[in-house]
C-alpha cells in the first residue's frame, strides 16, 4: 500500500518525521518496505497483511496514526445536493446473485461535463503510480484510495433497459473488459449487466461497452459488497487481478460503502457539476450490529505479563473505532475492523498500540507445561521410518480432477465426493487415494529433470459413504511410490510396524484392484485387521505420465496403524539361560506363504519360543514335485526360569512338526 504523506495531512497533523513514522508504523504492525520521493511528495510503500483491508486507504492509515500518536483524524464532509428527479424513476437494480453480492447501490448523476481532474486530484494519484484518465474514472480511483471502497461508474446511455442486474454469467459468455481484452467467462462469476449484456465484472474490472468517455454525460455510481470467495475465484479464473479485486479480496467496510457513494458523488460534481437524483438503490440497506466482545484486564495481565491501566486500554480500544459499554468490560468492534472478534483480539491490538517494546523480556508470563499429541509422535515416527528408506515426503492438493482420481483407487469402487465449485481448475473430486497424485508426482519429476522419485505422503483421503444418507470416510492414509523392488517396499512396511510396536507380524493376501497390476496387489494385514494395500501400479497407467519402469505403490490406513501402535517401548525381561536353536526344513505348497508358516511356529510354541527367522526358499520339481518348494527357518527355544533341556526342545519342535503338517500338509525333510 503507497500512502502519500501530503494525502495523509488531509486528515490530521502530521508532526513528526517521515522515517520516524515509518518505523512506529512498522512496530505496531504495518511493516515499512520503502520511502521515495516523488514530485516533492514523500510516499511510504506500507506491507499490509491480508486480516487489515481497513488499511487499504490513507483513511485507515490515518486512523491507525491518530491511535498511535494520539491525534484527532479529520474525516471529510459530505454535502450533496440532490435534484428534484427520484433515482428510482431512473434506474432499476435486480439482484440474483446475493451470495456473490450481499449489497448492491446505485446513484445516477445527469447533465455531467467529462474533462480533467483537478491538479491536487490528479498529483495524490501519479504520486501513488495510478495513472491519470479523467475527472469521473479518477474520482472513483481516489476515493478507492482514500477509504478503501472500490467504486465504478457506468455510461447511464450505455445501459440497456435503463436496468443493472446483478446476476451469474452464463455459459459461454464473453466481455471486453476496460483493458480491451475479451475474457471467456462462466456460470460461478458475478457480472453486473443491464437488460442485454454483462458490462462489469463484478469486483473485478468494468466492461468497455459502458465505459465512461468525453461524450459521456449521464453516470450511474456503483458502490458494493462483493464476496472475497467470490472475487477471488473470478481472479484467478480469469487472471485478471486489480486494485479492486485486491480490495474485495480482503473485505470492505459495509458501512463505509454509502460513505464512499456520497464521496465520489461529490468529487464528481465539483469537478464535471451535473445533478445528483434524489435518494440511493440499496439493494440490502440493514445492516447487523457487531456483537460485542468481552477484555477481562486479569486476562490481558496474563497473557501480555504487564499490567496496563483500564482507562489507557479504553482509550486505545474506542481510539481504533471501538464503541465502549459503559460500565462492563464489553466493546463493540467497528465496522471496518472484521479481523476483532474475539478477546485475544482485542488484546493484540491493547499490546501492539501500547507498545511491544514496553513488554519486558523477563515479563512473568505463566509458561503451562504441554506435550506432544499421540498422534503427532506417531507421524514423527512414520516420517522418520519414510525419510531414512529414502523416500521424499510430498504434499499434493486434496482436491484433484475425476480421471486422475479414477486411475487407482484400492479402497472403495463408490465414485469419488465433488465439490459444488472447484477450487482448482478442472479439480472438483475429493481424492480417495492419495497413490494417483503421488504417481503424478513421480512423472512430473521424471519429465522435468528425469528423477527417479520415491515419493510418500500423510493426507486425508476422502471415502464416500456405502449408501446415500450415510456420512463419507475421512481419514489419514500413508500413500508410497517408489521404483524399487516390491520386496523392499514390503520391507519397508514391515519395519514400518515394528518401530511402531505394532506386536503381530504383517502377513498379506491377493486381491485385484483396478489400477494395479494382475496377480501383483495384495491387502496388508497385521493380524485380523486390515492395514492397507501394496501391489505393482498397472502398465496402462505408468503410460499416462510416460514412466519406466515398474513402479510400486502403496496405501496404508493411519487410523487403523494408530490402533495397533504401541508408541511407548514396554520393557522386556531378557532370559539369563541359554537358548537352543534348530532349523527344519519343510516341503510345502507353493501357495503356503511364508507369514501363514510363521504364524503356525509361534502359535505351537508359545512363550518358550525367542525367535522364528527364515533363512531360504529352494524349488526341485524334480524330487518334490510341481507346485511344491522347500522353506528352511530357523526356530530359538529359550526359558525364562531355568534351563531348556534336549528332550524338552524336542517335545517343543515335534509341536511344531506336528502343526506344521496339520494345518499347512508340511513334509519335515528329513
Not at 202 to 229: N, Q, Y
Not at 431 to 438: A, D, M, Q, V
Not at 641 to 662: F, M, N, R
Request: with cysteine; proline share 5%.
Amino acid at each position: 500500500m503507497l500512502v502519500s504523506w501530503k494525502w495523509l495531512s488531509r486528515y490530521l497533523d502530521l508532526p513528526m518525521k517521515h522515517e520516524d513514522l515509518a518505523l512506529r508504523l512498522s512496530l505496531s504492525g504495518l511493516n515499512h518496505e520503502e520511502t521515495t520521493v516523488v514530485d516533492g511528495d514523500v510516499v511510504i510503500d506500507l506491507e499490509v497483511t491480508s486480516n487489515r483491508g481497513d488499511c487499504l486507504g490513507h483513511l485507515g492509515v490515518a486512523r491507525e496514526i491518530g491511535v498511535l500518536y494520539d491525534l484527532p483524524v479529520k474525516t471529510p464532509e459530505i454535502e450533496l445536493p440532490e435534484s428534484g428527479m427520484d433515482v428510482a424513476s431512473l434506474l432499476s437494480v435486480e439482484n440474483h446473485f446475493l451470495d456473490a453480492c450481499p449489497r448492491y447501490t446505485a446513484r445516477v448523476i445527469q447533465g455531467i461535463e467529462v474533462g480533467p481532474s483537478p491538479a491536487w486530484m490528479a498529483d495524490s494519484l501519479r504520486s501513488i503510480g495510478i495513472g491519470v484518465v479523467n475527472n469521473v474514472v479518477d474520482a472513483t480511483n481516489y476515493v478507492m484510495m482514500e477509504c478503501g471502497q472500490p467504486l465504478h461508474a457506468f455510461d447511464y446511455s450505455k445501459l440497456a433497459g435503463k436496468k443493472v442486474v446483478v446476476r451469474p454469467a452464463t455459459p459461454g459468455e464473453t466481455i471486453e473488459a476496460i483493458d480491451h481484452r475479451s475474457y471467456a467467462l462462466d456460470e460461478s462469476m458475478c457480472v453486473i449487466a443491464d437488460a442485454a449484456q454483462a458490462n462489469a465484472v463484478a469486483g473485478v474490472m468494468g466492461g468497455a461497452v459502458s465505459e465512461v468517455e468525453e461524450s459521456t454525460t449521464d453516470l450511474v455510481i456503483e458502490a458494493a459488497i462483493f464476496t472475497p470467495l467470490s472475487v477471488r475465484r473470478t481472479a484467478r479464473k480469469l487472471k485478471l487481478h486489480s486494485p479492486s479485486s485486491y480490495r474485495f479480496e480482503r473485505r470492505v467496510d459495509p458501512v463505509g460503502v454509502d460513505w464512499a457513494s456520497r464521496r465520489v458523488c461529490q468529487l464528481i460534481l465539483e469537478s464535471g457539476g451535473g445533478k445528483l437524483a434524489s435518494g440511493v438503490i440499496d439493494t440490502a440497506a440493514a445492516i447487523l450490529p457487531r456483537p460485542s466482545v468481552v477484555l477481562r484486564l486479569s486476562e490481558l495481565e496474563r497473557i501480555l505479563g504487564i499490567q496496563v491501566e483500564r482507562s489507557e486500554v479504553e482509550r486505545i480500544l474506542v481510539s481504533l473505532g471501538c464503541e465502549s459499554k459503559a460500565g462492563t468490560d464489553r466493546y463493540v468492534p467497528p465496522s471496518w475492523r472484521h479481523d476483532l472478534t474475539r478477546e485475544a483480539d482485542l488484546i493484540e491490538e491493547v499490546a501492539r498500540i501500547h507498545g511491544y517494546d514496553k513488554i519486558p523480556e523477563d515479563a512473568p508470563i505463566p509458561v503451562a507445561p504441554s506435550s506432544k499429541r499421540e498422534f503427532d509422535v506417531a507421524m514423527e515416527g512414520v516420517r522418520s521410518v519414510m525419510i531414512t528408506a529414502g523416500i521424499s515426503e510430498a504434499m499434493t492438493p486434496s482436491l484433484v480432477t475425476q480421471s486422475l482420481d479414477a486411475l487407482v483407487s484400492p479402497w472403495t469402487d463408490r465414485p469419488p465426493l465433488r465439490t459444488e465449485t472447484p477450487m482448482l481448475k478442472g479439480a472438483r473430486c475429493l481424492r480417495r487415494s492419495l497413490i494417483p497424485s503421488l504417481l503424478e508426482g513421480r512423472g512430473n519429476n521424471w519429465a522435468l529433470a528425469s528423477i527417479h522419485a520415491d515419493l510418500f505422503e500423510i493426507a486425508h483421503v476422502y471415502l464416500p459413504g456405502k449408501t446415500a444418507d450415510s456420512l463419507p470416510d475421512e481419514h489419514y492414509s500413508l500413500g508410497l511410490v517408489s521404483g524399487r523392488d516390491y520386496l523392499e517396499v514390503k520391507g519397508v512396511i514391515e519395519t514400518l510396524c515394528r518401530r511402531m510396536g505394532v506386536a503381530d507380524s504383517v502377513r498379506v493376501e491377493a486381491v485385484e484392484r483396478s489400477g494395479m497390476a494382475k496377480g501383483a496387489t495384495v491387502a496388508v494385514h497385521c493380524g485380523t485387521r486390515q492395514l492397507g494395500y501394496l501391489g505393482i501400479v498397472d502398465s496402462k497407467v505408468l503410460k499416462t505420465w510416460k514412466l519406466a519402469g515398474p513402479v510400486v505403490a502403496a496405501e496404508l490406513s493411519l487410523v487403523t496403524l494408530l490402533e495397533l501402535a504401541h508408541l511407548v517401548p514396554q520393557q522386556q525381561s531378557v532370559s539369563v539361560f541359554p537358548s537352543v536353536q534348530r532349523d527344519l526344513n519343510f516341503i510345502v505348497a507353493e501357495s503356503v506363504r511364508w507369514s501363514e508358516l510363521e504364524q503356525v511356529v509361534r502359535s505351537a510354541v508359545g512363550k518358550e519360543l525367542a525367535a522364528v527367522d527364515y533363512r531360504e526358499t529352494y524349488r526341485d520339481p524334480k524330487k518334490d514335485g510341481a507346485n511344491r518348494k522347500r522353506i528352511l527357518l530357523s526356530v530359538e527355544l529359550q526359558r525364562h526360569d531355568g534351563t531348556l533341556s534336549g528332550d524338552q526342545a524336542d517335545e517343543l519342535i515335534q509341536q511344531v512338526i506336528g502343526a506344521c503338517g496339520k494345518k499347512l500338509s508340511a513334509e519335515l525333510l528329513s
